[in-house]
Nanobody, 124 residues
């Protein structure tokens, strides 16, 4: 009943852009801080960005600052990740997650609900 579903992934050329969406079914996203994480094969899941429940503050990993923008539309029960100036290093499965805090350090153990992920591929 509590589900997060990511969409919008795909293949994009370096320097290109992509927008990911995360939609909730079974609960109200307005009650949660939301995070985006990513995981490449053989690597640990790492935090990308988060946004507070109200949308009044955000945090970004250093590797994506200035290139990615997180936003939310609570009326649509949806969170977005706009990704610009994409690099091959951004290739990963991207996951959205719901939790209670959006802090400078993006810790996956602070998030309770997870989507199944969407693949983003940026070829070299």
């Amino acid at each position: 009943q509590l589900q997060l579903v990511e969409s919008g992934g795909g293949l994009v050329q370096p320097r290109g852009s992509l927008r990911l969406s995360c939609a909730a079914d079974g609960f109200t996203l307005a009650n949660y801080a939301m995070g985006w994480f990513r995981q490449a094969p053989g690597k640990e899941r790492e935090g990308v960005s988060c946004i507070s429940s109200s949308g009044d503050h955000t945090n970004y990993a250093d590797s994506v600052k200035g290139r990615f923008t997180i936003s939310r539309d609570n009326a649509k029960n949806t969170v977005y990740l706009q990704m610009n100036s994409l690099k091959p290093e951004d290739t990963a499965v991207y996951y959205c997650a719901a939790g209670f805090f959006c802090l400078r350090r993006l810790r996956k153990d602070m998030y309770d609900y997870w989507g199944q992920g969407t693949q983003v591929t940026v070829p070299a």
